[in-house]
Protein backbone atom coordinates (compact mmCIF):
# COMPACT_ATOMS: atom_id res chain seq x y z
CA UNK A 1 0.00 0.00 0.00
CA UNK A 2 2.46 2.67 0.70
CA UNK A 3 4.43 1.70 -2.32
CA UNK A 4 1.48 2.61 -4.21
CA UNK A 5 1.28 5.93 -2.21
CA UNK A 6 4.63 6.58 -2.95
CA UNK A 7 4.40 6.28 -6.63
CA UNK A 8 1.52 8.18 -6.75
CA UNK A 9 3.08 11.25 -5.47
CA UNK A 10 6.07 10.67 -7.42
CA UNK A 11 3.56 10.51 -10.48
CA UNK A 12 2.26 13.72 -9.28
CA UNK A 13 5.39 15.81 -8.61
CA UNK A 14 6.49 14.81 -12.00
CA UNK A 15 3.13 16.39 -13.52
CA UNK A 16 3.90 19.33 -11.74
CA UNK A 17 7.06 20.01 -12.30
CA UNK A 18 6.36 18.88 -16.36
CA UNK A 19 3.57 20.90 -16.52
CA UNK A 20 5.99 23.87 -15.04
CA UNK A 21 8.25 23.55 -17.69
CA UNK A 22 11.05 21.72 -15.56
CA UNK A 23 12.84 18.50 -15.81
CA UNK A 24 12.49 18.01 -19.60
CA UNK A 25 15.82 15.97 -19.34
CA UNK A 26 13.80 13.46 -17.76
CA UNK A 27 11.55 13.23 -21.53
CA UNK A 28 13.57 10.26 -23.19
CA UNK A 29 14.81 11.19 -26.63
CA UNK A 30 14.65 14.70 -25.73
CA UNK A 31 17.70 14.55 -23.18
CA UNK A 32 19.90 12.88 -25.58
CA UNK A 33 19.24 16.00 -28.72
CA UNK A 34 22.19 18.42 -29.17
CA UNK A 35 21.12 21.79 -28.40
CA UNK A 36 20.43 22.46 -31.51
CA UNK A 37 18.05 19.96 -32.09
CA UNK A 38 16.27 21.24 -28.53
CA UNK A 39 16.31 24.65 -30.38
CA UNK A 40 13.34 23.29 -32.67
CA UNK A 41 10.79 22.29 -30.22
CA UNK A 42 8.81 24.42 -27.92
CA UNK A 43 9.82 22.69 -24.68
CA UNK A 44 7.13 24.13 -22.73
CA UNK A 45 4.43 22.96 -24.98
CA UNK A 46 5.88 19.22 -24.88
CA UNK A 47 6.44 19.61 -20.71
CA UNK A 48 2.91 20.61 -20.40
CA UNK A 49 1.79 17.41 -22.34
CA UNK A 50 3.79 14.91 -20.43
CA UNK A 51 3.12 16.48 -17.09
CA UNK A 52 -0.75 15.74 -18.18
CA UNK A 53 0.35 12.10 -19.08
CA UNK A 54 1.75 12.02 -15.52
CA UNK A 55 -1.65 13.33 -14.02
CA UNK A 56 -3.24 10.55 -15.71
CA UNK A 57 -1.00 7.56 -14.87
CA UNK A 58 -1.62 8.80 -11.09
CA UNK A 59 -5.16 8.88 -11.35
CA UNK A 60 -5.10 5.41 -12.48
CA UNK A 61 -2.65 3.82 -9.78
CA UNK A 62 -5.15 6.07 -7.48
CA UNK A 63 -7.78 3.67 -8.58
CA UNK A 64 -5.87 0.75 -8.60
CA UNK A 65 -5.35 1.31 -5.02
CA UNK A 66 -8.94 2.59 -4.02
CA UNK A 67 -10.05 -0.86 -5.79
CA UNK A 68 -7.86 -2.96 -3.36
CA UNK A 69 -9.45 -0.63 -0.35
CA UNK A 70 -12.60 -1.37 -1.23
CA UNK A 71 -12.41 -4.58 -3.13
CA UNK A 72 -13.85 -3.27 -6.03
CA UNK A 73 -13.07 -4.49 -9.22
CA UNK A 74 -14.80 -2.08 -11.28
CA UNK A 75 -12.27 0.52 -10.19
CA UNK A 76 -9.55 -1.01 -11.46
CA UNK A 77 -11.12 -2.13 -14.88
CA UNK A 78 -11.79 1.73 -15.44
CA UNK A 79 -8.12 2.27 -14.16
CA UNK A 80 -7.33 -0.20 -16.88
CA UNK A 81 -9.00 0.97 -19.42
CA UNK A 82 -7.97 4.83 -18.60
CA UNK A 83 -4.39 4.01 -19.14
CA UNK A 84 -4.34 1.55 -22.06
CA UNK A 85 -6.83 4.40 -24.10
CA UNK A 86 -4.06 7.29 -22.23
CA UNK A 87 -1.11 5.52 -23.72
CA UNK A 88 -2.64 4.53 -27.45
CA UNK A 89 -3.61 8.06 -27.31
CA UNK A 90 -0.03 9.72 -26.70
CA UNK A 91 1.39 7.12 -29.26
CA UNK A 92 -1.02 8.05 -32.18
CA UNK A 93 -0.59 11.82 -31.63
CA UNK A 94 2.86 11.67 -31.24
CA UNK A 95 3.64 9.78 -34.32
CA UNK A 96 1.11 11.62 -36.13
CA UNK A 97 2.35 15.23 -36.84
CA UNK A 98 4.93 17.72 -35.83
CA UNK A 99 2.71 18.98 -32.45
CA UNK A 100 5.78 20.12 -30.23
CA UNK A 101 7.96 21.68 -33.30
CA UNK A 102 8.43 25.69 -32.99
CA UNK A 103 6.39 27.84 -35.39
CA UNK A 104 8.81 30.01 -36.59
Same mark, same amino acid.
Given at each position: MSMKILMIALFILLGIMFSLGKWSFLIAGFNTMTKEEKAKYDVMSLCKFMGKLMFIIAFCITL? !???? &????? &???? %?? !??????? &? %??????? $? !???????? $?
Open positions: F !TLSD &IFMMK &ILFN %IG !TVILIVS &I %IFVIIYL $N !TGNHFERK $N
